[in-house]
């Protein structure tokens, strides 16, 4: 569903039930949900407490999926963990917070630190592109799908980045993700949340990322703290579109929220999806 038609979808008034609303709309003539609900915990293999907040998630049938960090202390235990537990683990590629695996070289340690010193020193340094970086750009990227490839044996099939630096000018004008990979789209807001030049922009990223690769039609953070009604219309979308809930269970409020069980709640008449599904092309169901 194009992100046009949010406006439409997110403003029709909520029933009472939370998670209900829409589920009419969001039913083909046989009876079938049209939408998937996916819950993705970011930062796997961060470290072991991180690990194993959403292992537990996952065995609880509260999360779909996982994004997994690479040269990260618990990287190569986190990846033997997916692999006998048959885990859903993209690749959650890091840019911004320091590598703390022992084996990862000086010089990969070097080149993420320039990244990091330019990224994170003003929220518009993402939407510029640096030449002089490009090289560190490249350099980075490249040595995380090496790395990912040979921790799961497989080139990673979606991608995400850790606070969303896969999105930032260098990456996407670089054309440094894998063409025909999964990628997440921008944050999908409510209407009166973000002022027209910010969605303007958004919505142009989105369209550059969906020539190259496949996206959600709908991508949201889960603080659990936050007015009903807004999480009451995020679950509802998930009734006729492909939704994506980003979490993150080392938060205690978070682990709460899903380990806890309110998350089926919200999530009432619509299955939270086994692992990261995204509907074909031309798809009712």
């Known amino acids: 569903m194009p992100l046009d038609n949010i406006s439409e979808i997110i403003t029709t008034k909520p029933s009472d039930d939370p998670g209900a609303a829409g589920v009419s709309a969001g039913r083909s003539s046989e009876g079938q949900t049209k939408g998937i609900l996916i819950v993705n915990a970011d930062d796997w293999g961060r470290n ?63 080149h993420q630190q320039r990244l990091a010193k330019y990224l994170l020193r003003s929220r518009l340094a993402q939407a510029i592109f640096h030449p002089g970086l490009t090289r560190s750009f490249e350099y980075v990227v490249s040595a995380q799908l090496d790395e990912y490839r040979r921790l799961y044996g497989r080139q990673p099939e979606r991608i995400d980045g850790h606070h969303h630096m896969h999105l930032c000018a260098n990456v996407l004008l670089g054309k440094l993700l894998p063409a025909g990979t999964i990628v997440r789209r921008n944050f999908s807001f409510l209407p009166g949340e973000k002022s027209l030049y910010n969605r303007l922009y958004r919505k142009a990223v989105d369209r550059m990322l969906a020539r190259r690769h496949r996206l959600t039609d709908f991508f949201f953070s889960l603080p659990p703290l936050q007015p009903a009604d807004r999480l009451q219309r995020m679950f509802s979308l998930a009734r006729q579109s492909v939704v994506e809930l980003e979490t993150h269970p080392v938060k205690p409020e978070e682990y709460r929220f899903l380990a806890g069980g309110e998350i089926f709640r919200w999530a009432e008449g619509g299955a939270i999806a086994p692992r990261f599904l995204l509907k074909s092309k031309g798809s009712e169901s």
């Open 48 to 110: 072991h407490e991180t690990t194993e907040r959403i292992s537990e998630c996952i065995l609880r049938g509260a999360i779909s999926s996982t994004s997994a960090m690479v040269f990260m202390e618990d990287s190569e235990r986190a990846a033997t963990v997916a692999q006998e537990r048959g885990i859903d683990a993209g690749l959650h590629l890091n840019l911004t917070t320091s590598f703390s695996a022992a084996q990862c070289s000086a010089s990969l340690i070097d």
